[in-house]
């Protein structure tokens, strides 16, 4: 049965505000309408596309928390930080990023996107991967959503940080990995007299 479009209206914005990085094509599967309708709902309720909801917010809160590298050098959109805590990220798989011959994504642009979200989640002006364990869990193709969610384990002495990123089409794990971060200073920790150690 069909909702009203009152109903659906309203069922939409609830949606994209518990879902924020959901596209018109998945509301559109989901409420069994059209994508030219669910575009025409959002211009009515005033909900910018994806890409347009993502760029906002990131220009709001994060063009200057970002400390280890330039947001734009991060591969995908960073769409929530927190530093040394946690930090996610999403990438749409285009032409650029798949082999021409079977539309399949090319690995190095998975681990780019979860490398790129671990070293922006560092609090810190200098964050270098030391050293990672990755694992690829299925292709990814074109067209797909990956979503990387990055998370800090723990702050070692000698200005080490272990985060972990894994990223996700559709709530399944396609990349996972463990990154030993190298970072400049402890001082936010209060390790300053670590600083000397090898």
Do not use: C
């Not at 070293?119 to 797909?144: C, H, M, W, Y």
């Not at 709530?171 to 971060?181: D, H, K, N």
């Amino acid at each position: 049965m069909k909702l009203k479009k009152s109903e659906r209206q309203e069922n939409l914005k609830k949606m994209i505000e518990e879902e924020p990085f959901i596209t018109d094509e998945e509301l559109s599967k989901r409420f069994k309408v059209s994508i030219q309708t669910i575009r025409l709902d959002r211009l009515e309720l005033a909900i910018p596309e994806l890409r347009e909801r993502i760029k906002y917010v990131a220009k709001q809160q994060w063009d200057e928390t970002v400390k280890a590298l330039p947001i734009d050098e991060v591969i995908g959109d960073i769409v929530d930080l927190q530093l040394d805590l946690s930090a996610i990220s999403l990438l749409e798989i285009g032409t650029e990023h798949v082999f021409s011959r079977n539309q399949i994504a090319r690995g190095h642009h998975l681990f780019a996107q979860a490398n790129s979200l671990a070293v922006a989640v560092i609090n810190d002006q200098l964050a270098l991967t030391a050293n990672s364990e990755i694992s690829f869990n299925r292709p990814v193709k074109l067209g797909e959503r990956v979503i990387a969610k990055a998370k800090v384990i723990s702050t070692e002495e000698n200005h080490r940080t272990v985060v972990t990123v894994e990223s996700s089409v559709q709530q399944e794990i396609v990349f996972s990995g463990t990154f030993y971060m190298y970072r400049s200073t402890d001082e936010e920790r209060g390790d300053s007299s670590n600083e000397n150690r090898n």
